[in-house]
């Protein structure tokens, strides 16, 4: 009996060699240095703790190219903000969509649309983002959020005076989510549904819970662990689709293009209900899950400083001079002109993001290629390997930002009180400064319409009530444990007061 186990214990321990020689992985001529960590999980765990402290540590001791190990993946990390553009422009040799979409169909559980079925008509959907979001009908699309904003706030206003308390998240959360959701989606046009359910405003808050509970769980799927493993999740994914399967989208008025033309063209390509609907989830969260802590950071930065409240006021003041304040029958206009000459909130907002994105950009590298930096050095890049940019390490440099923990609201706005684009590193001007976007092929094509969603909630909030936080003493930091996903949220909510404001001020 005890030799059979020695023979057990040997064949197994045997194994447990061969796996780890099998998982070692020898830098080759020309690689860059090679960060392995512990076995199977390599740096992963370090990671997952302060993936910004990681990354700063490998590079003072390895320089600005180095390569990583993380969940059995190699990581090979571009920290020079001048070789930024050089990574963004290698579409020869590296691939977003091959990441990008793998982890959209783990998660979201769509169809795969790089198979060949889907490709050519996946592309056409894909052209449909920059058609819909940017040049001329952004315009319609902020107009359409500006009148939900308002409809949203309206509920809220007739209400008597005083003061109101909420958690400033909630309150950020509450108002744009559904502002956002009405303008995607359109709005209920009031009939039932079809299971006899009155829908209005208690689908959307049930609407509202469900997207937090799925995007709550993002860090674990992003992570790897199957969305079946996350039942409140699944189930959070799976009602939001439900309300946005084809036949609820129809019952709505005032869609947008962007949603109406993806719907066309998912019914042309023959995917099956559900499918389609989880595509729509997929667009609900690219399009709401950044921009609601973005709105909280704006608001929250902006009520606790008193210089930047006094600017931002006065910014709005001087645009929407002359309107009405509570009068229903005028709602608040605001032309495209007036949105772009509102610089300081645009400066506010930019600031925001820069304190609290902390996205990772990821291409996979075709084949087997050389990289060359922008210092004229070469890398040899392997391939299958992941080639990634942080830009949170541009966001945070002391040298390009001075105190770059700090809120500054004009930070963005040159003397004149313009938009600032110029920004250096040892005395270079750089062209990647601010990116919370992203950049190249990947770069968010609802970028325009996520800052004129946030400078019109700003607008309306400080134009209709008096706002206060309760204890502007603390000093809330980003949650880091959602690093590498986009825009950090707050750690936990901060009470606000607010109270409708009476008076047109000057
Ligand atoms: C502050 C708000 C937002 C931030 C910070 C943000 C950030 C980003 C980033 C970093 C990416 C690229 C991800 C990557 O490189 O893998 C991205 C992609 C995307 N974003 Fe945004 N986003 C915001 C708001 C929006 C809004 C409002 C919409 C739509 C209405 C939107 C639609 C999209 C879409 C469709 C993609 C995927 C693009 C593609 O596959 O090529 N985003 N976003």
């Known amino acids: 009996m005890a030799s059979f186990l020695i023979v057990i214990i040997s064949v197994v321990l045997s194994l447990f060699i061969v796996w780890i020689c099998g998982d070692w992985r020898k830098r080759r001529t020309g690689e860059p240095p090679l960060v392995s960590g512990l076995p199977f999980i390599g740096v992963t765990l370090d990671y997952a703790r302060d993936p910004l402290g990681l990354i700063r540590d490998t590079r003072k001791k390895y ?36 990441f990008a979409m793998g982890f959209s169909q783990r998660v979201f559980g769509h169809a795969d649309f790089t198979s060949p079925v889907f490709s050519g008509s996946y592309r056409e959907v894909h052209s449909i983002f920059r058609q819909t979001l940017q040049g001329p009908p952004l315009q ?49 046009a009031g009939l039932l549904r079809s299971d006899g359910v009155k829908c209005g ?13 799925f995007d709550r769980a993002f860090p674990a799927l992003a992570a790897g662990v199957p969305i079946g493993l996350c039942m409140p999740a699944w189930r959070a994914r799976e009602a939001l689709a439900e309300e946005l399967l084809h036949d609820e989208l129809h019952r709505r008025n005032c869609i947008s293009d962007l949603i109406q033309r993806r719907m066309d063209a998912f019914d042309r390509m023959h995917l099956d209900e559900t499918g389609k609907a989880r595509t729509h989830v997929c667009m609900l969260w690219a399009s709401q899950a950044n921009t609601l802590p973005a ?8 009520l606790r400083s008193a210089e930047a409240l006094a600017a931002a006021r006065s910014e709005v003041h001087r645009v929407l001079s002359g309107q009405a304040l509570n009068d229903p029958d005028r709602p608040v206009s605001l ?18 993001l820069r304190l609290s994105s902390a996205s990772i950009m990821i291409r996979v590298a075709k084949d087997n290629f050389t990289l060359t930096l922008d210092s004229g050095e070469t890398v040899a890049i392997r391939k299958g390997d992941f080639i990634a940019l942080y830009p949170q390490l541009i966001h945070l440099d002391p040298d390009i930002y001075p105190d770059p923990t700090e809120f500054k609201y004009n930070r963005f706005l040159d003397e004149r009180g313009e938009r600032k684009s110029n920004f ?47 204890d502007i003493n603390t000093d809330l930091v980003p949650d880091g444990t959602r690093a590498g996903l986009g825009i950090l949220p707050p750690p936990r909510d901060v009470l606000l007061k607010y109270r409708r404001r009476t008076e047109t001020a000057g």
């Open 140 to 188: 319609e699309l902020a107009q359409s959020m500006l009148g939900n904003l308002q409809a949203v706030l309206g509920r809220g206003l007739s209400r008597e005076h005083g003061w109101v308390e909420e958690g400033l998240q909630n309150f950020t959360n509450r108002i744009m989510f559904e502002a956002g959701f009405l303008t995607l989606f359109g709005r209920d």
């Open 424 to 470: 250096f590193k040892n005395g270079r001007r750089l062209k990647h400064f601010l990116v919370p976007f992203g950049s190249g092929v990947s770069e968010c094509p609802g970028r325009f319409f996520a800052v004129n969603e946030i400078k019109e909630f700003l607008t309306l909030v400080l134009w209709f009530y008096d706002l206060e936080l309760d």
């Open 201 to 213: 405003k208690t689908c959307m808050q049930k609407a509202a819970q469900d997207f937090l509970v």
């Open 295 to 302: 709105a909280f950071w704006s608001l929250y930065y902006t």
């Open 335 to 352: 032309s495209r002109e007036q949105l772009d000459s509102m610089t300081v909130l645009e400066s506010i907002i930019e600031e925001a």
């Open 63 to 98: 320089g600005d190219v180095f390569t990583c190990k993380i969940v059995r993946k190699y990581f090979t990390f571009i920290t020079d903000p001048f070789s930024f553009s050089l990574v963004v422009r290698q579409s020869k040799n590296l691939d977003f969509q091959k």
